[in-house]
Every structure is written in structure tokens, then in C-alpha cells.
């Protein structure tokens, strides 16, 4: 499967964007789709994952403020962000994969497929 990761851009401290990631290719709906970021210096880390079974599970930074969703007719998974922060500035990366482990999920091994990624900056 081939993943499409756009939304990101400038915003302002407490602003909103949203990021999509468009996949193509593949059986969409038997892949659980995950959201992952990196910022300069530092490693990539997970932010949010969408099980096919609806389930989803988020990082403690973001809990509260970043939503997960997919539309299945458009083979497309979202992460709408909220209340951003400067510590939220990274590439963001959208990843597939056809496994699930409890445990595993928010490990970048734990996925098969990944999109290119998209710039989100946070100004202060």
C-alpha cells in the first residue's frame, strides 16, 4: 500500500490543522493506521493509532487534543490537531500495518508501510 501524508503547515500556538493520509494500492480497510511524528534531533514517536476495529490509542502528549479518524469510502485516515503547541513542531508520518499487537503498536517496527511525511510548525 502507498500512503499520502498533506495538512501540515504554519500555525499558531492554540491553532487547529488537520492531517490526511490518502492510501492507494492495498486493502485499506485490513490495515491499522497509525500516526507517528519526528521532530529535529530527535526520534520518531508515536502520536496515534486507529485499529480496522475502531479501537484507538494515543500518546499521553496529545491525549485530549488530537483525534484519529479514517473514512474508509475515501481510504483516507486523518489526525485532527487542536490546542497546538510549539512542542507539537515535527514531520509528521502516517504508517500502515497488518498486525496488531497491544504491546507493539506505538513501536515504528511494528509497521510495514509509511507516507512520505508533512511538516507541522508550531509558532510561538
Known amino acids: 500500500v502507498q500512503l499520502q501524508a498533506s495538512g501540515g503547515g504554519l500555525v499558531q500556538t492554540g491553532g487547529s490543522l488537520r492531517l490526511s493520509c490518502a492510501a492507494s494500492?492495498?486493502?485499506?480497510?485490513?490495515?491499522?493506521m497509525g500516526w507517528f511524528r519526528q521532530a529535529p534531533g530527535k526520534e520518531r514517536e508515536f502520536v496515534a493509532v486507529r485499529r480496522v476495529t475502531g479501537y484507538t490509542a494515543y500518546a499521553d502528549s496529545v491525549k485530549g487534543r488530537f483525534t484519529i479518524s479514517r473514512d474508509y469510502a475515501k481510504n483516507t485516515v486523518y489526525l485532527q490537531m487542536n490546542s497546538l503547541k510549539p512542542e507539537d513542531t515535527a514531520v509528521y508520518y502516517c504508517?500502515?500495518?497488518?498486525?496488531?499487537?497491544?504491546?507493539?503498536?506505538?513501536?515504528?517496527?511494528?509497521?510495514?508501510?509509511w507516507g512520505q511525511g508533512t511538516l507541522v510548525t508550531v509558532s510561538s
Open positions: 504508517a500502515a500495518s497488518q498486525t496488531w499487537n497491544v504491546v507493539t503498536m506505538t513501536l515504528v517496527d511494528n509497521y510495514n508501510y
Open positions: 494500492g492495498g486493502a485499506f480497510s485490513s490495515y491499522n
